[in-house]
């Protein structure tokens, strides 16, 4: 079967780092994605991963296991408007998306 | 670039009336557009995958009568909720595929639809 997996919330703090994991069992695996959601709004793309390794955009990274079927998003320098859900997303062999529940971010000062 | 909008971002209309939802990809062809529902602190649903020119392609439990998608140009998809009733007051988000990325996914602000 075809499933995501993803931490419901996570708390850190304003200036920290937080790493929000995602496991994935994806028939035909097609890459990683991840999105930011804002409650009340529309989700917005952050990053793909399709081959193994770290990809680093600012204070965003995404990493990707393709073995091990795992991938995380690390947020570093953590702002108040970091608060979000984070949507993790894997792509299958016919390019759709399988979507996790989402984690929902909440930052404290 | 990538950019995706929605019209309207709010409506309110009476029970069984019609509304008409649009999805434009502003700045890039859209070979492929998605619909998504998010009812209050749930996960994004899929309802239909569209190609354009070809008909949409329903998820299991979406009524295709109910639920109109139209994929006429590279740009433009439209949903048309059929008949609304209270029960389909939803977020509805549309997605395109296409251009220079032809996996990400982006998506439109989303519509708000409150049915009285």
């Known amino acids: 079967g075809q499933n995501i997996d993803q931490p419901t919330e996570m708390t850190a703090t304003e200036g920290a780092i937080v790493q929000i994991n995602c496991t994935y069992q994806?028939?035909?695996?097609?890459?990683l994605f991840w999105y930011q959601q804002h409650a009340g709004e529309a989700p917005t793309f952050l990053s793909y991963?399709?081959l193994d390794g770290l990809e680093e955009k600012g204070r965003f990274s995404s990493f990707l296991s393709r073995s091990k079927g795992y991938s995380y998003l690390l947020l570093k320098e953590l702002q108040m408007k970091d608060s979000a859900s984070y949507l993790c997303?894997?792509?299958?062999?016919?390019?759709?998306?399988?979507w996790g529940a989402g984690t929902k971010l909440i930052i404290k000062p | 670039g990538a950019v995706v909008s929605q019209h309207p971002s709010w409506v309110i209309c009476k029970s069984g009336t019609s509304v008409k939802i649009e999805c434009r990809s502003l700045d890039f062809q859209a070979t492929t557009m998605f619909w998504y529902r998010q009812f209050p602190k749930q996960s994004l649903m899929l309802m239909a995958t569209s190609n354009e020119g070809s008909k949409a392609t329903y998820e299991q439990g979406v009524e295709k009568d109910k639920f109109l998608i139209n994929h006429a140009s590279l740009t433009l998809s439209t949903l048309t909720v059929t008949s609304a009733h209270p029960e389909d007051s939803s977020f509805y988000i549309c997605?395109?595929?296409?251009?220079?990325?032809?996996?990400?996914?982006?998506f439109g602000p989303g519509t708000r639809l409150l049915v009285l």
């Open positions: 997605s395109a595929r296409g251009g220079t990325s032809r996996e990400t996914q982006y």
């Open positions: 994806t028939s035909g695996f097609n890459g």
């Open positions: 997303a894997s792509m299958d062999s016919n390019y759709q998306l399988i």
């Open positions: 991963n399709v």
